[in-house]
């Protein structure tokens, strides 16, 4: 079965600076992806960025990139110059492939960005 | 990227109604939609997967008669809450996956008075 964890419930950044996110997970496949995904107040879950397992290049979408160790099975998510908006729900979740690509999600992150 | 829209975005009900919650993906077709539960500052749980034409799959503990799933397009799942109790108060999360990715429906709240 596959798990996802989510080391820190809560974290605060001030306005600007740089915070990370852990994830950490356990699978017996080889090829796969991973997402993180953002859940603002309004609740809409947003995909924040994704990583293909067989891809070495980490994934980078503007001030968001990941960093990918798979031997380790680790999927941290950094946020460069935090902003206000990203003050959210952050989940790492993981596709069962066969399952309709069925997520499993980490418990979240709750993240403050502060002014 | 690809829609699904979710419908209503809250409901209020009485407890021993029932409660239909419509998930549809507007710019695709989507087999495979499935159903998530959210209780405060918690993550999303998995309650079942609906499938096109044929039974749903529930997760363990997930009541099958008090959750009802239909999905009998391509583009549209309903969640239907039997006789809900305040116990069943929460946020209902549809998603569909169009290739490697899972898109969500806005979500439902749920209370139940």
């Known amino acids: 079965a596959q798990t996802v964890t989510q080391s820190q419930p809560e974290m605060s950044v001030q306005e600007a600076e740089t915070v990370t996110l852990s994830c950490t997970y356990d699978?017996?496949?080889?090829?796969?992806?991973l997402f993180w995904y953002k859940q603002p107040p309004s609740r809409q879950m947003i995909l924040v960025i994704r990583?293909?397992?067989?891809?070495?290049q980490n994934a980078t979408e503007n001030r968001f990139s990941v960093n990918f160790q798979k031997a380790a099975k680790s999927f941290s998510l950094k946020i460069s110059d935090s902003q206000l908006g990203d003050t959210a729900m952050y989940f790492c979740?993981?596709?069962?492939f066969g399952a309709g690509n069925m997520l499993t999600f980490g418990g979240g992150t709750r993240l403050m960005v502060k002014p | 990227g690809a829609v699904v829209s979710q419908h209503p975005s809250w409901v209020i009900c009485k407890s021993g109604t029932s409660v239909k919650i419509e998930c549809r993906s507007l710019?695709?077709?989507?087999?495979?939609m499935f159903w998530y539960r959210q209780f405060p500052k918690q993550s999303l749980m998995l309650m079942a997967t609906?499938?096109?034409?044929?039974?749903?799959?529930?997760e363990q503990g997930v009541e099958k008669d008090k959750f009802l799933i239909n999905h009998a397009s391509l583009t549209l799942s309903t969640l239907t809450v039997t006789s809900a109790h305040p116990e069943d108060s929460s946020f209902y999360i549809c998603?569909?996956?169009?290739?490697?990715?899972?898109?969500f429906g806005q979500g439902t709240r749920l209370t139940v008075v």
């Open positions: 998603s569909a996956t169009l290739g490697t990715e899972a898109f």
């Open positions: 699978t017996s496949e080889n090829n796969y992806y």
């Open positions: 990583q293909e397992a067989y891809k070495q």
């Open positions: 979740a993981f596709p069962l």
């Open positions: 710019d695709f077709q989507a087999t495979t």
């Open positions: 609906s499938n096109e034409g044929s039974k749903a799959t529930y």
